[in-house]
């Protein structure tokens, strides 16, 4: 879930699509995906995301998810098919346009892969996207351990309760991670002109 302390439109898009568009700051775009739950991976939806990241070129493009693309905590099972049809269909769409952050859920763990480009994930580039995930808002966090190398694209998971704050300038954008008790424990600091076409 986001929450914005801004007056920007969102727009719900309902033929045989559910996902939703934030224009934060004329600068961000923010998109919300279904992971399967009521629209494919593939088709309508995919095809409505890359024609709108077409639109907007210029803006730094995050992307919201429930199911995460990489879990952190769960066993093989009927999400590593979403999974795998998140990595099949979205992420190109994601390298091509330089998503620059996609936040996923369900999962009430902290984790943050390291920053990715190329859909084989066997590239690590500062420039590239980065996964957040987890936050809990309040509910019992998930005992996460990294298991063997299923977990080699995070550079910090673990069970920590927490919520992120993302700061977004026409220069950066900055995510923090704080716990419970107030303590920033974790940040990523990326550069805009990094992540936009400018045409």
Request: glycine content about 6%.
């Amino acid at each position: 879930f986001f929450f914005f302390n801004d007056t920007a439109t969102t727009e719900i898009y309902t033929e045989q699509i559910v996902g939703s568009v934030r224009c934060v700051q004329e600068t961000v775009l923010v998109v919300s995906l279904d992971s399967g739950y009521l629209s494919d991976y593939e088709g309508k939806q995919a095809e409505w995301l890359d024609d709108l990241f077409k639109q907007h070129p210029n803006y730094v493009k995050i992307v919201q998810v429930h199911e995460p693309i990489f879990p952190s905590c769960k066993e093989v099972g009927l999400a590593a098919t979403y999974n795998l049809k998140a990595i099949d269909h979205w992420l190109p769409i994601f390298d091509k346009h330089k998503v620059m952050f996609v936040f996923q859920n369900h999962e009430h763990s902290f984790r943050r892969t390291y920053p990715m480009f190329g859909s084989n994930f066997q590239k690590k580039n500062q420039t590239g996207i980065t996964c957040l995930g987890g936050g809990a808002w309040g509910a019992t966090p998930s005992n996460c351990r990294k298991q063997d190398d299923a977990l080699e694209i995070y550079e910090k998971s673990g069970s920590r309760n927490h919520v992120y704050i993302l700061n977004a300038t026409d220069q950066h954008v900055k995510v923090k991670a704080i716990d419970q008790e107030g303590v920033s424990f974790d940040s990523v600091f990326k550069r805009v002109v990094d992540f936009v076409n400018i045409q």
